[in-house]
């Protein structure tokens, strides 16, 4: 059944996008992310404009990530104060990558700056992933014990001012560091249309020294006030977000991330992370390869001010 | 080819001079004069009738009529970028602006268009893709370029690519010596907006009529409204699409919820 996409401006296939929903969201479900480092490239693929794709894909994640920060709230396990920080950097971050957005549009450069900015990104997230559960891996098969979090160990910024206490997460950190992840965040969730969660979880984790029981649940509101903010600034800026094509995918990823869930469970957690890391690494080489090879085309047309 | 028709085609061409009234009338009908883009728009073509009147001027023209239809899109400035390597990778570096190009452009014959008159006369009626002006801004001028420029080809052949542009030779019919028809194939990409059918009439290399008609494309119905709320409301808009999102992903917490 076709349907002819209102802002994206051209027909799909309903069932093939509903199927790239749940295959997505059955991903996200599994691996408990977004999402939005997959659909979007996807989306490219199939042949929308990156502007429509990367503002649609923010609404998509929106949808997403409720249904898990419901999940969350109800256990407690997210730390709203520092969620709330947190967001206070993303904001401006997301209106900063929105506006990237449309003056790269105006110069032309849109699809090479998401091209590299996922690159960048997907190879470098994806590697150190491969890398570091190659490393558990390879310990849980020598039957070692991993690492040990120390809580003790002060990082450079930890002598930062401002500091303020997280009960939740307890932690006590200078807000600087905390404004400055969530604004990295909010600006790649608006250039790159990503919700940021699989670069928030390690941040926290890592950097801040959230414990995890409290880390997805945060992450997840970060994600979901993030994104449903992109949304309306895409649509205000850009107007770049096609409700249509938003609702086939949020309604298929909401449907696939149940199962993805579910799968998730049976495996290991390191080895659910080297799967996780593979496939990032396979997104962002799929981008080099568009950068490095030769296009069999060299000329492309652009109208300015048009979506596509 | 024999006296009496010579002296015909003379006396016709100098009746074309001489008098405002053309020997030949085009008559033509579209099939329909809008198209509406609703969900289910998957491209559709437009059928365009029309049949050449006569009169005693015009009887013995030899070598046929040669029809050109000529159906031209909304105009849309286009930037075409050419790509280079730089440090290794595929970048968009040189850019031709090209100042409001047809979005759709279709040249439909009944034989090859250069067969009908002479390059001269085709370009001065802009009839071919090859001849149609498609200026370039070059600095602070606007010009146009010859048909090999690399940028004009490249804009020609992704036009082409994409559907929305088009010569066929072979695309008008004559069902009787004077009663043509032709199919106008508006793809699912179509731009929305005026266009404009221009229907050229060629005999013994001179236009001998020409007819011109129109039709739009507008979407309708539920795509309007959605393409029509995100251009003109884009806050309403966003927050109903936020909404919309929030209000899926609440539903699907409630339906499929485990704990």
Redesign the interface.
Known sequence: M???L??A???VNVFFILMVGVVVGFLSGMFGIGGGFLLTPLLILIGISPAVAVATVS??I??????GV??YW??KALDLALAAMLLAGALVGTVGGVWLIAVLRAA??L??AIG?SYLTLLGIVGAMMVIESGRAIGRARRGERAEIRRPGSHSWFHGLPLKLRFKQSKIYVSVIPVWTIGFVIGFLGGLMGIGGGFLLVPALIYLLRVPTSVVIGTSMMVTLVTM?SA???????N?S?D??L??IL??GG??G??FG?RAGQKIRSEQLRLLLGLLILAVGLRFAFD?????D????????G?IR | MNRAAGIAIAAAALLCASMPARAEKLVTSLSAHRVM??????GVDLTLFGTIETDASSVGRTGGYGLVVTVTGPR??????????VM?????AQ?RRFVEPPSYLAVLGNRPIDDMASPDVLRRLQTGLAQVQLPQQVGGDIADVNADDP?RA??V???RAQGLYREQANAVTFLTPNLFRTSIPLP??VPIGEYEVDVKLFAAGTMVAQETTAFEII?AG???F??NS??DY??L??????F???F??????II?R??
């Not at chain 1, 949304?231 to 800026?237: E, G, K, R």
């Not at chain 1, 950068?291 to 296009?295: A, I, N, S």
């Open positions: 076709q349907i002819y209102p802002i401006d051209l027909p609404s998509h929106t949808a997403s990530s409720l249904s419901m999940a109800r256990r032309g450069q699809d090479l590299l449903a949304t309306v600034l895409q649509s205000v800026t107007k977000v409700a249509v938003a609702l949020m309604v909401v449907m991330a149940q869930a950068l490095v090879v030769r296009p085309d060299l000329f492309s047309l652009q109208i300015p048009g | 883009i609703t969900s289910n728009f998957t849309q400035p286009t930037i075409t970028w050419r790509k280079e390597r290794g990778i595929w970048v968009n850019s940028f490249a804009f052949r992704i036009k699912a990409n979407k539920f795509e309007q959605v393409a995100a251009r884009g806050v808009y966003g927050f109903a699409t936020m919309m999102a929030l899926t992903g609440w539903l699907g917490a499929f485990r704990d």
